[in-house]
DNA sequence: CCTATATACTCGGCAATGTCGAAGATATAG
DNA sequence: CTATATCTTCGACATTGCCGAGTATATAGG
């Protein structure tokens, strides 16, 4: 039983890979807004992290409260392995159905 | 505003674009199949389809009875600019988030 | 302490997509 | 006109996507 991924969870899966360990709603979405040029209400991101981590393919922690200014604390994500894997799988998806054909994969 | 694609969705096109002429939605059913390994239902397909159409991604033609042995009339399918577009986008996403990282992203 | 101000996360709910299973349509061969 | 092979349509419900508004919680200063 194939973990199946939905468009928007991909690319909160691959922020959390390229954040590493400074990855929290905040970063997640303003990571997505970089690369991608969309801008995801931080709703949206924190309901898909949860969903993720409900399905076992992330898991969180809080952190410690930063001797910089103010705020909440934040909650860090982690990807899995079954998370990764699960990404992998559909970017590989993806490249299979992409493959020879001459839409244009890299960025401009 | 820019026309957001499901993962199932880009699946879809993909193999539009792939099958070119002789796409219709049995075909489109078995490319995904063939690449992916996974087996939608006719059903799945045919809804997609179909909303695609709405979207005016697509278009489509009713085919003639072909000379060979019975069934009903193939329903192809056709992929518009707008399609095209989508596409390449949803898939410069992808690239650009993924880009750097060491998930593999070819097939085996 | 109390308020102002940053920061960050939670909730409730509706819209869009994903996914079937079963039923209906329609060609051709006998 | 029946059997049979192909294909598509139809509900219906599950999963994801997507906010906007509300709630917490740190720190700085009076």
Redesign the interface.
Known sequence: M?V????FE??VL??L??LDDDAYGVSVQRE?AR????APSFGTVYTTLARLEEKGLVTSRMGEPTPERGGRRKKHYVIRPTG?RA??H????????????D?????P
Chains 1, 2 share one sequence.
């Open positions: 194939p199946h991924l939905g468009e991909q690319l691959l922020a890979l390229r997505i690369c991608t040029g969309r990764r990404v992998e559909s970017l590989k998806a993806i490249g299979k159905m992409a493959r020879g054909l839409v244009s994969w890299e960025a």
